[in-house]
């Protein structure tokens, strides 16, 4: 079966996960922009930016992997606001390179003023900066949107303020053209709610395990529900996806729902940028 990977920053890996990844059936591999481990200058993010939508999709197309990627600046970064205006200023001139799927992952980390100051500064841009793509023919009322939010005991509050946010900006904010990422047990609820799609993120260590996952799509459904192993430069797997996918198999989860959930969400949720390559796939064309 296929796979398509929502959340992995490919920067931080190997070319041999790559490879490993392409062994495992992931076909496609969404990139969100993330903090490096360390603050970066203005000029650094332009170089990262390029890395993400030159280096990468050629790294990735050695092994026949699509890479798609996010950008922006970070929730880590946000607290100084001069810096982020004048990152905020290069993000337009990325939006519309050929494997850019909009703005993400964006959001809040620590909760503060300022991360949710710079939130509603993406969440503007990815509105204003529209036009140019409506009129090269996309449709939709914005940039699609991938929302990371905060770990821990700031993730509920958290959670609740980024939806907030969201609703002040009315009928400009398309549900169905945003990703709200993290997701756990006591948040899946309020953002499926509200009509968002909804991202679990896999980690090996101290956050959602491929039981806890498959215990939420038991509990809350296959619609609008994704699953990402989100590897980066720490303690991460980009096979945790695929550990999930095994979870729901044993459990005699039928062939349809991990399609829905693995590869047919994913390729719904991107396939609303047209520059998206997959497309979704019917059961007996897997079963062919
Ligand atoms: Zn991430």
Redesign the pocket.
């Known amino acids: 079966m296929f796979i398509i990977d929502p959340?992995c920053?490919m920067v931080s890996r190997t070319t041999a996960d790559y490879e490993t990844m392409a062994l495992a059936g992931v076909v496609a591999i969404s990139e969100?922009a993330?903090w490096a481990g360390f603050d970066r200058s203005p000029a650094g993010f332009v170089d990262y930016y390029r890395q993400l939508t030159e280096f990468e999709p050629k790294r990735a197309a050695q092994f026949g992997i699509d890479h798609y990627c996010w950008i922006c600046l970070n929730p880590k970064e946000a607290e100084d606001l001069g810096k982020a205006k004048e990152v905020l200023a290069e993000i337009p001139k990325f939006l519309d390179k050929p494997t850019v799927l909009g703005v993400g992952?964006i959001g809040l980390n620590k909760n503060t003023p300022n991360e949710a100051k710079v939130f509603q500064q993406h969440v503007q841009m990815a509105i204003d900066t529209w036009e140019k793509s409506k009129a090269a023919g996309a449709t939709g009322g914005h940039h699609l949107i991938l929302i990371?939010t905060p770990h821990l005991e700031d993730k509920l509050k958290g959670t609740k303020w980024t939806l907030e946010m969201l609703k002040d900006f009315g009928s400009k904010i398309d549900h169905s053209r945003v990703l709200i990422?993290?997701v756990e047990e006591h948040t899946i609820k309020i953002v499926k709610d509200a009509g968002y799609w909804a991202g679990m993120?896999l980690y090996p260590v101290s956050k959602c395990t491929p039981q806890r996952a498959v215990d939420m799509i038991e509990m809350h459904g296959a619609e609008r529900l994704m699953v990402n192993a989100?590897a980066?430069w720490g303690v991460s797997d980009p096979l945790n996806t695929h550990r999930t996918m095994l979870e729901a198999k044993k459990r005699g989860h039928a062939l349809e729902t991990l399609m829905t959930v693995f590869y047919n969400n994913p390729a719904r949720f991107f396939g609303q940028c047209p520059k998206f390559k997959p497309r979704p796939m019917r059961v007996e064309e897997v079963r062919e």
Do not use: G, L, N
């Open positions: 959340h920053h969100p993330f992952e990371h990422d993290h993120t989100a980066d």
